[in-house]
């Protein structure tokens, strides 16, 4: 980590980057505002709106101006050293955060400026196809038994999120009613009894629902695999012995 991203983190918090899915052409959306606002937190966003790297060859080749102090020389050499770490970060952030085909089209580009108006070109103006691809997701989403039903919640709920970020109103007992048809066969009494409560529910409390009713159900399922291992020893301890 450099110096100057660990005094600013001293003072700071940044956003958190590690859960940032790679941007793969379908989430630009999402993607370009969380590495936007990290950069302005950072406060090098200027990069993606300035030819940062024609100004800085621009200077070097220039002496400097012999009218200026040694201290305004030393400032603007200053200056130009922090543009160029500035446009170096936000490049590397950028191609750490694309999937791998992007990464090897952009990684000959030196200037962040010129890589982030290319994606921005690429997928930011088709706003009519996102909105079809992910309420397409929205209607496609079924929750399955093979896995984790609260992983697959935090999946549908990434969906909503998509959804409302692309400008789409979705009420909250809507958001929540949607997921109930969702439900695996095995889910169907528990489905049924949610749907006979008189209370209108948002999606957070009937999630907040189901993670219980998955708890109770992993546990009922340890139990009964202790007990039936239980049985099965029990058994075979007092199983008689036959002689030879």
Known sequence: MSIVMANFMMNKTLPDL??????????????????LIFFEQFEIDYVLYEDVIEAIEENKAVAPDPSLSAEDVKKA????TKKEKDYKLARAHILHHVNGFLFDLLITNR?????????????????AGKKKYVVGKWINFK??????????????ENIVFDILG??????????????LEKFPPSWNDYRSYLKHKKKDMNLQELIGHMRTEEANRLKDKFESLSLNSSKANLVESTAPVIPV
């Not at 929750?143 to 549908?156: A, E, G, L, N, R």
């Open 18 to 35: 590690s859960k940032l899915e790679p941007l793969n052409g379908k989430n630009y959306k999402r993607w370009s505002q969380k590495l």
């Open 77 to 80: 050499a200053e200056a130009l």
């Open 111 to 127: 200037s962040s400026k010129s890589i982030w108006d290319t994606l921005q070109k690429k997928y930011g103006a088709d706003d």
């Open 143 to 156: 929750i399955t038994d093979d896995k984790s039903i609260m992983d697959q919640v935090h999946d549908y």
């Open 166 to 179: 692309e400008g789409m109103n979705m009420c909250e007992t809507l958001q929540a009613n949607v997921i």
